[in-house]
């Protein structure tokens, strides 16, 4: 079975500095992969998703993440980092067999500092 | 398009009560999904749907249930309410054609049963 594991459930950085939000997954097919931002108080919107083509995926909001099927990695990526960068960004993987159904990690809070 | 709508966006029930939340959408996406979202867990997937008059169980669909009568309503009935089911709902949708189902997110029902 799938399954999607974020390492670090909080991740604090500096405004300006390197934004890196790791998720391995676990897929016995070649999987789609996608992460989604969460702003308080609001639902999830996609940010970058991965469905075999390019291996460096890039994003809304500067974000880019990078496949890595020998370190099984989906890891999220920003150069810089703003305050309004500051949320719970979730990885997700799709099921096997084309269900539609989406696997989540537990989520990584983002939180920027001035 | 308003995408997918949800309501109420916030509610209070008394454990054994049961209630309807609403979701819909206006993008004639064939699939649709309820997930619950608990802190530290990610969101779990309850029920889906990928058509009219075509439901099936999620992860977590014990207390809950759902029909689809029309390709734009996906209704959770909450059967008798208990404490274990605060939380907060998102209903999703996807379009089935590319494979991948990239899921649209509503922004969530945040109920709490005392």
């Known amino acids: 079975a799938q399954s999607v594991t974020q390492l670090g459930s909080h991740v604090s950085v500096s405004e300006g500095a390197l934004v890196l939000l790791r998720c391995n997954y676990s897929?016995?097919?070649?999987?789609?992969l996608f992460w989604y931002v969460q702003y308080p108080n609001q639902g999830l919107q996609l940010l970058l998703k991965?469905?075999?083509?390019?291996?460096l995926v890039k994003g809304i909001n500067g974000f880019e993440a990078e496949f890595k099927k020998s370190e099984t990695s989906f890891h999220l990526t920003k150069p810089s980092a703003h305050m309004s960068d500051a949320a719970e960004y979730f990885c997700?993987?799709?099921?096997?067999?084309?269900?539609?159904?989406?696997?989540f990690g537990q989520g990584t809070t983002l939180q920027v500092k001035p | 398009n308003a995408g997918v709508t949800q309501t109420p966006k916030f509610q209070v029930l008394k454990t054994g009560q049961s209630m309807t939340l609403q979701c819909a959408q206006d993008?004639?996406?064939?699939?649709m999904s309820w997930y619950r979202q608990d802190p530290g867990m990610g969101l779990r997937l309850i029920h889906y749907?990928?058509?009219?008059?075509?439901?099936d169980q999620g992860e977590v669909p014990n207390g809950y249930n759902v029909s689809r009568s029309t390709t734009e309503d996906f209704p959770l009935r909450l059967l008798s309410a208990a404490p274990s089911q605060t939380s907060v709902y998102f209903c999703?949708?996807?379009?089935?054609?590319?494979?991948?189902?990239?899921?649209?997110f509503g922004p969530g029902t945040r109920l709490t049963v005392t």
């Open positions: 991965y469905t075999s083509a390019a291996t």
């Open positions: 999703a949708s996807s379009y089935t054609g590319t494979g991948y189902y990239e899921q649209y």
């Open positions: 997700a993987v799709s099921e096997a067999g084309n269900t539609g159904k989406l696997i």
């Open positions: 897929s016995s097919v070649p999987p789609y």
């Open positions: 993008m004639n996406h064939e699939y």
């Open positions: 749907s990928v058509g009219a008059g075509i439901t």
